[in-house]
C-alpha cells in the first residue's frame, strides 16, 4: 500500500496511483471528512483512458494516519506539496473539491508553480463562505459556530441529515441511490473526530481571496448552481473573476456533490482541461513518471 510522509511533521499518508505512467497526470484532493474514493467516477475512467490519477488522503481521513495536529491550511497545503515531491511529478492537473480547492491554492501560493500546470477547482468553497474582511456577504461566524456543536454531538445524524442537499438530490437529474448515500456517510464517519473538526475550523476561518491573482496558470472552475455548501457567488463565481486565466462552468441544478450527480460531465469536462494547453517547460505531460 502507498504511502508518503508529511514533510511538516512525519505523519504517514496514503495515496492511490492509478493508470499509466506516461499519461497527462491529475493529482486529486478531496473533500472535507472524504478519502480518494469519492473521485471514483472520475479516476477510474480517466486512468482507463490513459492519465495517470493520484489521490492523496489526507491526514485523519481515509487510511492515512491519524494526527492531533496539522490541520491548519498551510500545513495541509505542504503535505500536498509533499506528494509531488515524493512522486516527482511534473506538469500536474491538480482538482480540489470543496476545502480541496483552498489546499491546491495554498499550495501553489506557498511552493510555486514548478510542478503544476493547471488547475480545476469543484464546489470550492474558497476563497471563503464565512463572514471575513475577504468575504463580508459570508455566513454569520455565529451561526457556523452554532452550526459545529450540532456536529459534534452527533455527526452520524448530521452527515445523514445534510445528504438530501449535498446531492440537491429533490432537484432533476441527481438522482444518487439510498446505499451510495450510505456509503459516502460511512466515509465521511471514517475521518477522526480531531481531522473532521480541524479541517471544519479551517473552512471557519477561510479567507484567501487576495492568493487568487497569483495563480498564473489556466483554472477551470466548476459549480453547481444550487450548492448549498458552497454558494457559487461567494465561492465560483468569485475565484473565477479573480484569477488571471479562469474559465467558470455552472452545472444547472449541482449542488456540492457533482462528482457523483453530474460524473459524466464533470469526467468530460476534466479529460478536456488535462489534455489542453502546452506545458510551460517543453516536457510533455507525465514528465517525473519515472520517480512513481
Known amino acids: 500500500m502507498p504511502y508518503c510522509e508529511s514533510p511538516v511533521d512525519g505523519t504517514r499518508l496514503h495515496y492511490v496511483d492509478h493508470g499509466p505512467g506516461d499519461g497527462p497526470v491529475a493529482v486529486f484532493v478531496s473533500s472535507a471528512y472524504m478519502g ?18 493520484v489521490a492523496l488522503d489526507r491526514r485523519g481521513h481515509g487510511r492515512s494516519d491519524d494526527a492531533w495536529s496539522g490541520y491548519d491550511l498551510d500545513t495541509l497545503a505542504d503535505d500536498v506539496h509533499g506528494l509531488l ?8 492537473t491538480l482538482v ?4 480541496g480547492t483552498a489546499e491546491v491554492i495554498r499550495c501553489l501560493t506557498r511552493h510555486g508553480l514548478d510542478r503544476v500546470a493547471r488547475v480545476a477547482l469543484v464546489a470550492g468553497v474558497s476563497p471563503g463562505v ?14 457556523v459556530r452554532a452550526d459545529d456543536e450540532v456536529f459534534r454531538r452527533d455527526r452520524a ?20 441511490s439510498a446505499p451510495y448515500v450510505r456509503y459516502m456517510v460511512d466515509r ?20 484567501i481571496a487576495d492568493e ?28 473565477a473573476r479573480l484569477v488571471p486565466d479562469g474559465t467558470l462552468k455552472l452545472y ?32 510533455p505531460a507525465g514528465a517525473g513518471a519515472a520517480g512513481r
Not at 480540489?96 to 476545502?99: A, Q
Not at 452527515?159 to 441527481?174: E, K, Q, S, V
Open 36 to 53: 480518494h474514493e469519492m473521485w471514483e467516477y472520475q479516476m477510474l475512467p480517466l486512468a482507463e483512458s490513459g492519465h495517470r490519477c
Open 85 to 92: 515531491d515524493h512522486l516527482d511529478l511534473r506538469e500536474v
Open 96 to 99: 480540489g473539491h470543496s476545502v
Open 130 to 143: 464565512v463572514r471575513s474582511p475577504g468575504t463580508p456577504d459570508g455566513w454569520d461566524p455565529e451561526a
Open 157 to 176: 445524524a448530521y452527515f445523514t441529515a445534510l445528504a438530501d442537499d449535498f446531492f440537491a438530490a429533490h432537484l432533476p437529474g441527481n438522482e444518487v
Open 188 to 207: 465521511c464517519l471514517s475521518a477522526t473526530p480531531r481531522a473532521a473538526n480541524g479541517v471544519r475550523a479551517t473552512v471557519a476561518a477561510l479567507d
Open 212 to 239: 487568487l491573482p497569483a495563480l498564473d496558470l489556466p483554472v477551470l472552475v466548476v459549480h453547481g448552481t444550487d450548492d448549498t455548501s458552497a454558494p457559487s457567488a461567494l465561492t465560483g463565481e468569485r475565484v
Open 252 to 283: 444547472e441544478n449541482g449542488g456540492h456533490g457533482l462528482f457523483a450527480t453530474h460524473a459524466a460531465r464533470l469526467t468530460a469536462d476534466l479529460r478536456e482541461f488535462l489534455g489542453a494547453g502546452t506545458a510551460r517547460t517543453g516536457e
